[in-house]
């Protein structure tokens, strides 16, 4: 499941909640665990549908295998979209900030969880943003491409030599592409 949100206003909130979460002990903290239990992904990081069904493929396949390089699948999805190996600047890039303006929420269920309904997970989702779900073809609009180009370091070549639809798409199959391989 994944929904995306704009705006919302509560980036702030949602960070300390996992950081809360991921700290505590005891039953009310499993509690806690599972009302933040998704995958929180700045979108303005995300080039296309295609680049985060990839990561969230590749965190699935990893977690399958038992070759997880983070704690769960919903942080292995922000350590695949990052273009180098390191997991805290993962998280630190394409996890929810005091900066983050749109906001992707995915939930990955294992097969044997109950089956929850879209509508029971949107619910779940709701309590923990503030926001307006808005549809996937909105975040287009929403990427920061600068920012995409400078984690993948690309350079200024790109839009020297391409018009601006040219290098988006360009952009979009190198983060694409930088997904799809990390697992090789």
């Known amino acids: ?54 990561a969230i493929n590749q965190a699935i396949l990893a977690e399958s295998q038992g070759l997880l390089r983070t704690k769960t699948v919903h942080s292995e999805i922000l350590f695949a979209l990052n273009p180098t190996n390191n997991i805290t600047e993962a998280i630190r890039r394409y996890g929810v900030s005091g900066t983050t303006k749109a ?11 109950t089956t929850a309904s879209i509508s029971d997970v949107e619910i779940k989702m709701k309590k923990v943003v503030n926001g307006t779900i808005v549809s996937f073809d909105e975040l287009a609009r929403l990427t920061d491409w600068n920012t995409v180009e400078k984690y993948h370091k690309l350079g200024n070549e790109v839009k020297e030599k391409l018009d601006a639809t040219q290098a988006r798409a360009f952009i979009d199959n190198v983060a694409v592409s930088s997904v799809a391989m990390k697992s090789v």
Request: net charge negative; hydrophobic share 45%.
């Open 1 to 54: 499941h994944a929904i995306l949100f704009y705006p919302f206003s509560n980036p702030d909130k949602i960070k300390q909640r996992i950081i809360d979460a991921a700290k505590s002990k005891g039953h009310e903290a499993d509690e806690e665990r599972e009302a933040v239990n998704f995958s929180f992904i700045d979108a303005s990081l995300i080039t296309s549908r295609l680049h985060l069904e990839t």
């Open 103 to 113: 906001l992707l929420v995915v939930q990955i269920m294992n097969s044997s969880a």
